[in-house]
């Protein structure tokens, strides 16, 4: 008989590269069914079949915006529907294990009921929320609610039978706390290679009339720096040739970073994008020259490893990236062009450099994709199957 797995996530699943690489790897054996409970991404929610995961459209829509009271109210909204969701399946399909994906933590309560009749809960601790927030709402969150939201992770955390960790800085972090170090696993946020790899891709002794094609994908938002990147171009217009930046995404100051690049005549270099589901987006980045990360300095951007990062050496693109605790942890100046994070010039400085230096570029390419030798996905999926298993 098979184990029934649940998962709840506040994400478009489509789109969302961790849940869907964990869900899948699940779904694919014949001794587990998977059950996943995201949001609704047209008007009218889906129940739908994805490579063998039944993902079901809980009737709530994300919000993205600068309030962090309607972001809590959308968050609480969709943790009582899922609540609720998920008990009436549960009567009907009773759940062995229920995986929650943060953000934010307290989804983790809508597996209630499952809890009280012996289903085995884990945690997916996908971002830091109390510092994510102190970052994302600075000047707006007092001393008072940080510590709420260090306490609510703690709690959450105390009550999920087992946590995962996307990255060895961040689980530092929590022992800080007071977790035990045996409740946590760390699985890096590392991507398919089956959908990211490096066939296919040709991108070298490039004519001086080429273009030369600069990448950011993922959420818009100030803090992860999109800002610095497009003022960064706006020096090197005179410097590089057919200089492009491609934005991949969308976000709350996405409005904010069109603007500014027309406020700096940038608009043929600059080229916005919608976010794309993940089959397609390997296929847009294999054109790029180089990939560019300028995360603010924050205490919750030196615990992220960028999973965009990850993609990029998949992909064998080279990339430029602040000088932040988690990237440093895994990444020497070999695999990476270090800068100082929140320095246009210093940012200017890389990007340039690296367009001047084709070889390199080459080089630092294949010295970062040793990284995946060490812990790519095919690595990962095997223990993330006895992670399960143990469970």
């Known amino acids: 008989m098979k184990k029934q797995v649940c998962m709840i996530a506040y994400t478009y699943y489509e789109y969302d590269n961790r849940v869907r690489r964990e869900a899948e790897a699940l779904s694919s054996l014949e001794e587990y069914a998977v059950t996943l409970f995201c949001l609704k991404k047209d008007a009218v929610p889906r129940t739908y079949m994805l490579n063998g995961v039944e993902v079901r459209e809980i009737n709530h829509a994300k919000y993205q915006g600068g309030s962090n009271l309607r972001y809590f109210s959308s968050y609480l909204k969709f943790a009582l529907k899922a609540f609720f969701t998920c008990s009436s399946l549960f009567l009907k399909r009773k759940f062995d294990i229920i995986h929650i994906h943060n953000m934010p933590n307290?989804?983790?309560?809508?597996?209630?009921?499952?809890?009280?009749?012996?289903?085995?809960?884990?945690?997916?601790?996908?971002?830091?929320?109390?510092?994510?927030?102190?970052?994302?709402?600075?000047?707006?969150?007092?001393k008072f609610v940080f510590k709420i939201l260090c306490w609510e992770e703690i709690i959450a955390c105390w009550f999920a039978d087992k946590l995962i960790c996307v990255n060895h800085v961040q689980m530092e972090k929590l022992l800080t706390k007071g977790i035990p170090k045996d409740k946590i696993t760390v699985f890096l946020n590392v991507p398919d290679p089956t959908l990211f790899n490096q066939n296919g891709r040709i991108k070298i002794n490039k004519g001086e009339h080429s273009h030369f094609k600069l990448v950011y994908h993922g959420t818009l938002a100030k803090r992860l720096g999109i800002d610095l990147i497009i003022q960064a171009v706006a020096k090197l217009i005179d410097k590089i040739?057919?200089?492009?930046?491609?934005?991949?995404?969308?976000?709350?100051?996405?409005?904010?970073?069109?603007?500014?690049?027309?406020?700096?005549?940038?608009?043929?270099?600059?080229?916005?994008?919608?976010?794309?589901?993940?089959?397609?987006?390997?296929?847009?980045?294999k054109d790029m020259d180089l990939g560019v990360i300028a995360n603010r300095k924050s205490e919750a951007t030196e615990l992220m490893l960028p999973v965009k990062l990850l993609e990029y050496i998949a992909l064998r693109i080279p990339a430029v990236v602040p000088k932040l605790k988690a990237i440093k942890y895994y990444f020497n100046e070999d695999m990476v062009y270090y800068f100082e994070p929140d320095n246009i010039d210093s940012l200017a400085k890389a990007i340039l450099e690296m367009q001047q230096d084709e070889s390199r570029r080459l080089e630092q390419a294949q010295m970062a994709h040793k990284f995946l030798e060490r812990f790519g996905w095919e690595k990962h999926k095997v223990d993330f199957i006895n992670f399960y298993k143990k469970i």
Do not use: C
Request: glycine content about 8%.
């Open 106 to 142: 307290f989804l983790v309560f809508s597996s209630l009921v499952p809890r009280i009749w012996g289903g085995k809960i884990i945690l997916d601790l996908h971002d830091p929320v109390p510092e994510m927030y102190s970052t994302k709402f600075r000047g707006k969150l007092d």
């Open 241 to 285: 040739n057919g200089l492009e930046l491609y934005i991949i995404g969308a976000g709350d100051d996405q409005n904010e970073f069109i603007d500014l690049s027309k406020q700096l005549s940038l608009e043929k270099h600059v080229h916005f994008l919608a976010p794309v589901p993940i089959e397609k987006l390997s296929e847009i980045l």
